[in-house]
């Protein structure tokens, strides 16, 4: 939150076409060791979006970090032999298998961090 404020889009059920966006307005600095949870508080300033009440679970989905220009591959694509991950660079009329350093992966994406190149 210090070098902004966190982006949040809230779900409210399964049937809404487009989430509630809003910002995170609070993140308590301690877990209760009970349930394992942080309390967080985010604000949702548009009128008129759907409301939650009281004890309503939503999916909430919290934007962290954007990385731009990341080359990314399917998930799948990445595999683990004896020296590491790597992956197969398709060239003309061959397969070359590439080590490379995997980053975050999400929905089935892999970002990669080193070793691919775009295009």
Do not use: W
Not at 31 to 54: L, N
Not at 74 to 79: G, K, Y
């Amino acid at each position: 939150m210090t070098g902004g404020k966190l982006g949040v889009e809230a779900f409210v059920s399964a049937e809404d076409k487009g989430p509630a966006k809003g910002s995170m307005s609070f993140i308590d600095n301690t877990v209760d060791t009970t349930t394992g949870t942080i309390m967080m508080k985010a604000s949702f300033p548009q009128p008129g979006q759907a409301a939650c009440g009281p004890a309503q679970f939503v999916n909430v989905v919290m934007t962290l970090t954007v990385q731009q220009d990341a080359v990314v591959v399917p998930s799948a694509a990445v595999q683990t032999g004896q020296q590491g991950q790597f992956v197969y660079v398709v060239k003309e009329d061959k397969a070359e298998l590439r080590p490379v350093t995997s980053g975050v992966d999400y929905e089935g994406m892999t970002v990669i961090d080193k070793g691919l190149a775009p295009g």
